[in-house]
T-cell receptor, first 115, second 115 residues
Framework: SAVISQKPSRDICQRGTSLTIQCQVD?????MFWYRQQPGQSLTLIAT?????????ESGFVIDKFPISRPNLTFSTLTVSNMSPEDSSIYLC????????????FGPGTRLTVL | AQKVTQAQTEISVVEKEDVTLDCVYE???????LFWYKQPPSGELVFLIR??????QNEISGRYSWNFQKSTSSFNFTITASQVVDSAVYFC????????????FGTGTSLTVIP
């Protein structure tokens, strides 16, 4: 299994600013993902963070708004840029170990409130 | 089309009652994985179970049991003798082998256990 930590756990930000969320895994993993969970909603995949190359974004999400880095096999960041109140959500990082069983481990989430 | 459907948005039961949470999935893959996660009010996703498409054996873990029926594309979750601590949102998810471990989440079922 993999243990995932995220920083910050929560934040309150002003409109128009940007926040970078860090995701750290305690072991090397093959794939890392970023999800958004808006209040009272399910999880929506933002992008797959690829090690050494640009992230792969899902429909409705763009790099300018959600730039992602993955410099190595254990770490990734998601930036929420030029924030608006609609960006208030929980942002979750997840990872798979690539063992073939598709088990996906989730971080504790970052609860973001934009005023 | 929705790949994972959780038709029950909210369920309330009285403590000690049994409750079944429904999950219906849709896939053309022959190799896929099904998951259940629990999200308590604190927000973290707690992994409950993973099932692969080749294993239709039902599983029991304490008060939890899962019924996987490929014929009806369902993966239902039953809590026996419910407790107040079971109150949470429960998500069913599907991962297909040919989509690089991407998860498709259902919309979740909010369970309230009344003491």
């Amino acid at each position: 299994s993999a243990v995932i930590s995220q920083k910050p756990s929560r934040d309150i930000c002003q409109r128009g600013t940007s926040l970078t969320i860090q995701c750290q895994v305690d072991s090397q993993v093959t794939m890392m993902f970023w999800y958004r969970q808006q209040p009272g909603q399910s999880l929506t995949l933002i992008a797959t963070a690829n090690q050494g190359s640009e992230a792969t974004y899902e429909s409705g999400f763009v790099i300018d708004k959600f730039p992602i880095s993955r410099p190595n096999l254990t770490f990734s960041t998601l930036t929420v840029s030029n924030m608006s109140p609609e960006d208030s959500s929980i942002y979750l990082c997840s990872a798979t170990a690539g063992t073939g069983d598709n088990e996906q481990f989730f971080g504790p989430g970052t609860r973001l409130t934009v005023l | 089309a929705q790949k994972v459907t959780q038709a029950q948005t909210e369920i309330s039961v009285v403590e000690k009652e049994d409750v079944t949470l429904d999950c219906v999935y849709e896939t053309r893959d022959t190799t896929y994985y099904l998951f259940w996660y629990k999200q308590p009010p604190s927000g973290e996703l707690v992994f409950l179970i993973r099932r692969n498409s080749f294993d239709e054996q039902n599983e029991i873990s304490g008060r939890y049991s899962w019924n996987f029926q490929k014929s009806t594309s369902s993966f239902n979750f039953t809590i026996t003798a419910s407790q107040v601590v079971d109150s949470a949102v429960y998500f069913c998810a599907l991962s297909e082998a040919n989509t690089g471990n991407q998860f498709y989440f259902g919309t979740g079922t909010s369970l309230t256990v009344i003491p």
